[in-house]
Protein backbone atom coordinates (compact mmCIF):
# COMPACT_ATOMS: atom_id res chain seq x y z
CA UNK A 1 0.00 0.00 0.00
CA UNK A 2 0.58 3.75 -0.09
CA UNK A 3 2.57 5.50 2.73
CA UNK A 4 1.07 8.46 2.89
CA UNK A 5 2.21 11.57 5.20
CA UNK A 6 0.36 14.57 6.00
CA UNK A 7 2.26 17.91 6.98
CA UNK A 8 -0.44 19.58 8.41
CA UNK A 9 -3.34 18.17 10.75
CA UNK A 10 -6.09 20.78 10.01
CA UNK A 11 -9.52 19.95 9.21
CA UNK A 12 -8.62 19.57 5.23
CA UNK A 13 -6.11 17.14 6.32
CA UNK A 14 -8.69 15.26 8.78
CA UNK A 15 -11.23 14.90 5.55
CA UNK A 16 -8.75 13.36 3.21
CA UNK A 17 -7.61 10.99 5.87
CA UNK A 18 -11.14 9.91 7.08
CA UNK A 19 -11.71 9.23 3.11
CA UNK A 20 -8.71 7.31 2.20
CA UNK A 21 -9.35 5.09 5.23
CA UNK A 22 -13.05 4.79 4.21
CA UNK A 23 -11.12 3.55 0.34
CA UNK A 24 -9.78 0.53 2.56
CA UNK A 25 -6.15 2.60 2.93
CA UNK A 26 -4.63 1.16 6.14
CA UNK A 27 -4.15 3.59 9.42
CA UNK A 28 -0.74 2.20 9.61
CA UNK A 29 0.06 3.89 6.09
CA UNK A 30 -0.39 7.28 7.01
CA UNK A 31 1.55 9.38 9.37
CA UNK A 32 0.74 12.75 10.23
CA UNK A 33 3.05 15.82 11.20
CA UNK A 34 1.37 18.38 13.40
CA UNK A 35 2.80 20.93 15.79
CA UNK A 36 -0.13 21.04 18.06
CA UNK A 37 0.06 18.52 21.15
CA UNK A 38 -4.15 18.22 21.33
CA UNK A 39 -4.07 18.27 17.66
CA UNK A 40 -1.82 15.15 17.25
CA UNK A 41 -3.68 12.97 19.99
CA UNK A 42 -7.39 13.97 18.85
CA UNK A 43 -5.90 12.52 15.14
CA UNK A 44 -4.23 9.42 16.75
CA UNK A 45 -7.54 8.69 18.55
CA UNK A 46 -9.87 9.12 15.81
CA UNK A 47 -8.26 7.32 13.49
CA UNK A 48 -5.43 5.27 14.99
CA UNK A 49 -2.92 6.68 12.38
CA UNK A 50 0.87 7.69 13.87
CA UNK A 51 1.49 10.97 14.38
CA UNK A 52 4.34 13.60 14.71
CA UNK A 53 5.77 16.90 15.77
CA UNK A 54 8.59 16.89 13.34
CA UNK A 55 7.76 17.41 9.36
CA UNK A 56 10.68 15.09 8.66
CA UNK A 57 9.84 12.40 11.28
CA UNK A 58 6.35 12.14 9.39
CA UNK A 59 8.40 12.10 5.96
CA UNK A 60 10.47 9.84 5.98
CA UNK A 61 10.09 6.69 3.87
CA UNK A 62 6.90 8.22 2.39
CA UNK A 63 5.76 7.91 -0.98
CA UNK A 64 3.18 10.26 -0.69
CA UNK A 65 3.88 14.02 1.15
CA UNK A 66 1.11 16.00 1.16
CA UNK A 67 1.21 19.73 2.21
CA UNK A 68 -2.08 20.27 4.41
CA UNK A 69 -0.36 23.66 5.56
CA UNK A 70 -1.03 27.40 5.09
CA UNK A 71 0.39 29.24 2.54
CA UNK A 72 2.16 31.48 5.24
CA UNK A 73 3.81 28.04 7.04
CA UNK A 74 5.74 27.47 3.74
CA UNK A 75 8.90 28.68 4.41
CA UNK A 76 9.26 27.24 7.94
CA UNK A 77 7.66 23.64 6.24
CA UNK A 78 10.66 23.92 3.09
CA UNK A 79 13.50 24.58 5.68
CA UNK A 80 12.39 21.44 7.32
CA UNK A 81 11.93 19.18 4.39
CA UNK A 82 14.08 19.83 1.74
CA UNK A 83 17.23 18.46 3.27
CA UNK A 84 14.80 15.04 4.23
CA UNK A 85 13.65 14.92 0.87
CA UNK A 86 17.35 14.76 -0.97
CA UNK A 87 18.21 11.59 -2.70
CA UNK A 88 14.36 10.70 -2.79
CA UNK A 89 11.45 10.96 -5.21
CA UNK A 90 8.49 10.93 -3.15
CA UNK A 91 5.16 12.44 -4.85
CA UNK A 92 4.54 15.82 -3.52
CA UNK A 93 0.74 16.98 -3.56
CA UNK A 94 0.52 20.62 -2.50
CA UNK A 95 -3.21 22.15 -1.01
CA UNK A 96 -1.36 25.15 -0.12
CA UNK A 97 -3.62 27.64 -1.85
CA UNK A 98 -1.64 30.08 -4.19
CA UNK A 99 1.65 28.48 -4.13
CA UNK A 100 2.67 28.01 -7.81
CA UNK A 101 5.06 24.54 -9.11
CA UNK A 102 7.82 26.85 -9.91
CA UNK A 103 7.70 27.97 -5.93
CA UNK A 104 7.69 24.24 -5.18
CA UNK A 105 10.12 23.08 -7.12
CA UNK A 106 12.90 26.17 -5.82
CA UNK A 107 11.89 25.27 -2.32
CA UNK A 108 11.95 22.10 -2.12
CA UNK A 109 13.97 20.35 -5.29
CA UNK A 110 12.96 18.49 -8.52
CA UNK A 111 10.20 16.33 -7.44
CA UNK A 112 7.27 15.23 -9.28
CA UNK A 113 4.74 17.74 -7.61
CA UNK A 114 1.17 17.52 -8.13
CA UNK A 115 -0.37 21.50 -7.09
CA UNK A 116 -4.38 21.39 -5.66
CA UNK A 117 -7.54 23.76 -5.16
CA UNK A 118 -9.96 22.01 -3.19
CA UNK A 119 -12.75 23.65 -1.23
CA UNK A 120 -14.28 23.52 1.91
CA UNK A 121 -17.46 21.27 0.93
CA UNK A 122 -14.14 18.41 0.80
CA UNK A 123 -14.67 18.81 5.17
CA UNK A 124 -17.92 16.59 4.57
CA UNK A 125 -17.28 14.80 1.25
CA UNK A 126 -18.72 17.31 -1.21
CA UNK A 127 -15.93 19.36 -2.34
CA UNK A 128 -14.73 20.26 -5.95
CA UNK A 129 -11.06 20.13 -6.87
CA UNK A 130 -8.58 21.59 -9.08
CA UNK A 131 -5.50 19.73 -10.04
CA UNK A 132 -2.57 20.51 -12.32
CA UNK A 133 1.26 18.62 -12.54
CA UNK A 134 4.40 19.52 -13.34
CA UNK A 135 6.33 17.18 -15.75
CA UNK A 136 7.83 14.96 -13.46
CA UNK A 137 4.61 13.40 -12.58
CA UNK A 138 4.33 10.14 -13.75
CA UNK A 139 0.62 8.78 -15.07
CA UNK A 140 0.89 6.06 -12.46
CA UNK A 141 1.46 9.17 -9.45
CA UNK A 142 -1.37 11.56 -11.46
CA UNK A 143 -3.51 8.53 -10.60
CA UNK A 144 -2.31 8.31 -7.04
CA UNK A 145 -3.03 12.24 -6.87
CA UNK A 146 -6.14 11.93 -8.09
CA UNK A 147 -7.30 8.46 -6.00
CA UNK A 148 -6.33 10.64 -2.92
CA UNK A 149 -8.12 13.97 -3.56
CA UNK A 150 -11.54 12.06 -4.91
CA UNK A 151 -11.87 10.81 -1.05
CA UNK A 152 -12.83 14.34 -0.21
CA UNK A 153 -15.26 14.31 -3.37
CA UNK A 154 -14.95 15.73 -7.41
CA UNK A 155 -11.77 16.12 -9.15
CA UNK A 156 -10.87 17.42 -12.33
CA UNK A 157 -7.36 18.51 -13.90
CA UNK A 158 -6.15 22.03 -15.58
CA UNK A 159 -3.85 21.78 -18.14
CA UNK A 160 -2.70 25.10 -17.81
CA UNK A 161 -1.07 26.11 -14.39
CA UNK A 162 -2.22 29.91 -15.09
CA UNK A 163 -5.60 29.03 -14.85
CA UNK A 164 -5.54 27.80 -11.31
CA UNK A 165 -6.41 31.32 -9.83
CA UNK A 166 -9.31 31.03 -11.81
CA UNK A 167 -10.22 27.58 -9.78
CA UNK A 168 -9.26 29.02 -6.59
CA UNK A 169 -11.64 32.19 -7.58
CA UNK A 170 -14.75 29.67 -8.86
CA UNK A 171 -14.57 26.99 -6.71
CA UNK A 172 -12.22 27.53 -4.03
CA UNK A 173 -13.87 30.87 -3.18
CA UNK A 174 -17.22 29.75 -4.29
CA UNK A 175 -18.73 28.49 -1.18
CA UNK A 176 -18.67 32.34 0.64
CA UNK A 177 -19.99 33.15 -2.37
CA UNK A 178 -23.08 30.36 -2.36
CA UNK A 179 -23.32 31.31 1.81
CA UNK A 180 -23.48 35.42 0.89
CA UNK A 181 -26.82 34.30 -1.19
CA UNK A 182 -28.17 32.47 0.92
CA UNK A 183 -27.78 35.18 3.62
CA UNK A 184 -29.45 37.49 1.43
CA UNK A 185 -32.67 35.41 0.36
CA UNK A 186 -32.87 35.07 4.19
CA UNK A 187 -32.83 38.66 4.83
CA UNK A 188 -35.21 39.37 2.13
CA UNK A 189 -37.42 36.90 3.24
CA UNK A 190 -37.69 38.12 6.33
CA UNK A 191 -38.12 41.74 5.27
CA UNK A 192 -41.30 40.51 3.61
CA UNK A 193 -42.62 38.37 6.96
CA UNK A 194 -41.59 35.45 7.55
CA UNK A 195 -39.72 34.12 10.25
CA UNK A 196 -35.91 34.02 10.26
CA UNK A 197 -35.63 29.97 11.13
CA UNK A 198 -38.18 29.16 8.42
CA UNK A 199 -36.32 31.80 5.98
CA UNK A 200 -33.06 30.19 6.54
CA UNK A 201 -34.62 26.54 6.13
CA UNK A 202 -36.68 27.31 3.14
CA UNK A 203 -33.36 29.29 1.42
CA UNK A 204 -30.45 26.21 2.20
CA UNK A 205 -32.77 23.96 1.19
CA UNK A 206 -33.72 25.27 -2.37
CA UNK A 207 -30.19 26.02 -2.99
CA UNK A 208 -29.48 22.45 -1.70
CA UNK A 209 -32.09 20.84 -4.19
CA UNK A 210 -31.05 23.14 -6.95
CA UNK A 211 -27.39 22.02 -6.71
CA UNK A 212 -28.68 18.29 -7.28
CA UNK A 213 -30.64 18.90 -9.54
CA UNK A 214 -27.48 20.59 -11.26
CA UNK A 215 -25.32 18.26 -10.66
CA UNK A 216 -27.29 14.65 -10.96
CA UNK A 217 -29.36 15.58 -14.08
CA UNK A 218 -26.52 16.61 -15.51
CA UNK A 219 -28.53 19.32 -17.80
CA UNK A 220 -27.12 22.79 -19.01
CA UNK A 221 -28.10 25.26 -15.91
CA UNK A 222 -29.63 27.58 -18.63
CA UNK A 223 -32.29 24.99 -19.39
CA UNK A 224 -32.84 24.67 -15.88
CA UNK A 225 -33.55 28.20 -15.35
CA UNK A 226 -36.19 28.24 -18.13
CA UNK A 227 -37.84 25.54 -16.65
CA UNK A 228 -38.72 27.21 -13.56
CA UNK A 229 -39.70 30.47 -15.50
CA UNK A 230 -42.90 30.79 -16.40
CA UNK A 231 -43.58 33.54 -18.79
CA UNK A 232 -44.74 36.82 -16.99
CA UNK A 233 -44.53 35.07 -13.45
CA UNK A 234 -42.63 35.28 -10.49
CA UNK A 235 -40.01 33.78 -11.44
CA UNK A 236 -39.49 36.09 -14.40
CA UNK A 237 -40.10 39.21 -11.90
CA UNK A 238 -37.10 38.61 -9.98
CA UNK A 239 -34.57 37.27 -12.95
CA UNK A 240 -35.51 40.18 -14.74
CA UNK A 241 -34.54 42.49 -11.38
CA UNK A 242 -31.40 40.30 -10.96
CA UNK A 243 -30.55 41.61 -14.68
CA UNK A 244 -31.19 45.05 -14.35
CA UNK A 245 -29.01 44.96 -11.14
CA UNK A 246 -26.25 43.38 -13.16
CA UNK A 247 -25.70 39.96 -11.68
CA UNK A 248 -23.68 38.88 -14.48
CA UNK A 249 -20.84 41.79 -14.50
CA UNK A 250 -21.36 41.61 -10.71
CA UNK A 251 -20.09 38.05 -10.83
CA UNK A 252 -17.39 38.27 -13.69
CA UNK A 253 -16.11 41.26 -11.05
CA UNK A 254 -15.99 39.47 -8.11
CA UNK A 255 -13.92 36.45 -10.12
CA UNK A 256 -11.69 38.03 -11.50
CA UNK A 257 -11.07 40.47 -8.41
CA UNK A 258 -10.58 37.12 -6.52
CA UNK A 259 -8.27 35.43 -9.42
CA UNK A 260 -6.12 38.83 -9.48
CA UNK A 261 -5.83 38.56 -5.66
CA UNK A 262 -4.43 34.62 -5.87
CA UNK A 263 -1.56 35.88 -8.37
CA UNK A 264 -0.50 38.61 -5.69
CA UNK A 265 -0.71 36.58 -2.83
CA UNK A 266 1.94 33.89 -4.92
CA UNK A 267 4.02 36.90 -5.77
CA UNK A 268 3.73 38.14 -1.97
CA UNK A 269 5.28 34.42 -1.22
CA UNK A 270 8.58 35.30 -3.25
CA UNK A 271 9.01 37.97 -1.90
CA UNK A 272 8.88 36.72 1.47
CA UNK A 273 10.92 33.79 0.32
CA UNK A 274 13.72 36.27 -1.37
Request: charged share 20%; proline share 5%; aromatic share 4%.
Given at each position: ?????????????????????????????IRVAEPLAETREQLGRDFGVATFAENRLAAADAEVILLAVKPQAMPKVHAELRIALQGRRPLLI?????????????????????????????????????????????????????????????????????????????????????????????????????????????????????????????????????????????????????????????????????????????????????
Amino acid sequence: MTRIAFIGGGNMARSLIGGLLATGLAPADIRVAEPLAETREQLGRDFGVATFAENRLAAADAEVILLAVKPQAMPKVHAELRIALQGRRPLLISIAAGVRLDQLERWLGALPIVRCMPNTPALIGAGATGLVANGRVSPAQRAQAQHIMAAAGLTRWIDDEALMDTVTALSGSGPAYFFALVEALEEAAVAQGLPRETARALAAQTCLGAGRMLVESGEDPAELRRRVTSPNGTTQAALESFAADGLPRITARAVAAATRRGAELAAALDQEAS
